[in-house]
C-alpha cells in the first residue's frame, strides 16, 4: 500500500540554520511528491512538489528532489526565517486519483531569533 | 479571489447525535475532497466528489457521507457520533480536470468535539 514516513518532531532551529525533514515513501507505481505546510490558524498550503524521479521541487528557498532509489522526498533549506515556523507534511498521491493524497503525520518546525 | 471556506470553525456534539460541515470551493474549482486530521491517526482522505459525483472515497465507515450540489459547494454528514470522530475536517477543492498532480487548496477546517 502507499504510505509516508516522516521525521518525528519537533524541530527546533536558530534563525539562518540549514533545514532538513526527512521524507521517505512506500508507493505503488510512480508517485507525486508533495510537501505541503500548515502556518498556525491556517489551511495546508502546497510548498512544492515533484512528479517524477529525479525532479527537483523548489519554492520560498525550500527544496526538495525526488529520489526513486531511496524512495525518499527530504525537505531542505539553506537558511531558515521566524516567518517558516510551522508544520510541514510531505505526502504522495498515487496515480488512481489526484486528490487522493496520503500525508505524512507532520513535523513542527520552530525557528527561534 | 475568495478561499476555500468552511463552516462553522468549531463545533460541539454528544456521543449519537449527527452532524454536517459545509465546505465552499474557490469559485471554478469542481472538485471538493475531504480529509481528517488527528493528533494520532494525521491526515487521512475521507473522498473527493466532482461534479456531484463521489470520485474517490477513502476507508472510512458508512457512517461518514457527503454530497456535491451543482455549484460545487459540499457537505460532509457524519452520523452516530462516536468520541473517536473528534477531529479537525478539512476541505480542499482544485478545478478537477483529469489530469493527475492538481493542485490543492485547503480551508482553515471544522474542528469537532464530540463529547
Known amino acids: 500500500g502507499n504510505s509516508v514516513t516522516q521525521m518525528e518532531g519537533p524541530v527546533t532551529l536558530s534563525e539562518e540554520a540549514f533545514l532538513t525533514i526527512n521524507c521517505t515513501y512506500t508507493?505503488?507505481?510512480?508517485?507525486?511528491l508533495f510537501w505541503y505546510v500548515q502556518y498556525p490558524g491556517e489551511g495546508l498550503q502546497l510548498l512544492l512538489k515533484a512528479t517524477k524521479a529525479d525532479d527537483k521541487g523548489s519554492n520560498k528557498g525550500f527544496e526538495a528532489t525526488y529520489r526513486k532509489e531511496t524512495t525518499s522526498f527530504h525537505l531542505e533549506k539553506g537558511s531558515v526565517q521566524v516567518s517558516d515556523s510551522a508544520v510541514y507534511f510531505c505526502a504522495l498521491s498515487d496515480q488512481t486519483g489526484a486528490n487522493n493524497l496520503f500525508f505524512g503525520t507532520g513535523t513542527r518546525l520552530t525557528v527561534i531569533p | 479571489k475568495a478561499g476555500v471556506t468552511q463552516t462553522p470553525r468549531y463545533l460541539i456534539k454528544t456521543r449519537g447525535q449527527q452532524v454536517t460541515l459545509s465546505c465552499s470551493p474557490i469559485?471554478?474549482?469542481?472538485?471538493v475532497s475531504w480529509y481528517q486530521q488527528t493528533p494520532g491517526q494525521g491526515l487521512q482522505f475521507l473522498f473527493e466528489y466532482f461534479s456531484e459525483t463521489q470520485r474517490n472515497k477513502g476507508n472510512f465507515p458508512g457512517r461518514f457521507s457527503g454530497r456535491q450540489f451543482s455549484n460545487s459547494r459540499s457537505e460532509m454528514n457524519v452520523s452516530t457520533l462516536e468520541l473517536g470522530d473528534s477531529a479537525l475536517y478539512l476541505c480542499?477543492?482544485?478545478?478537477?480536470?483529469?489530469?493527475?498532480?492538481?493542485?490543492?487548496?485547503f480551508g482553515s477546517g471544522t474542528q469537532l468535539s464530540v463529547l
Open positions: 480542499a477543492s482544485s478545478l478537477g480536470g483529469s489530469g493527475l498532480n492538481e493542485k490543492l487548496f
Open positions: 508507493a505503488t507505481g510512480y508517485p507525486s
Open positions: 469559485s471554478g474549482h469542481r472538485s
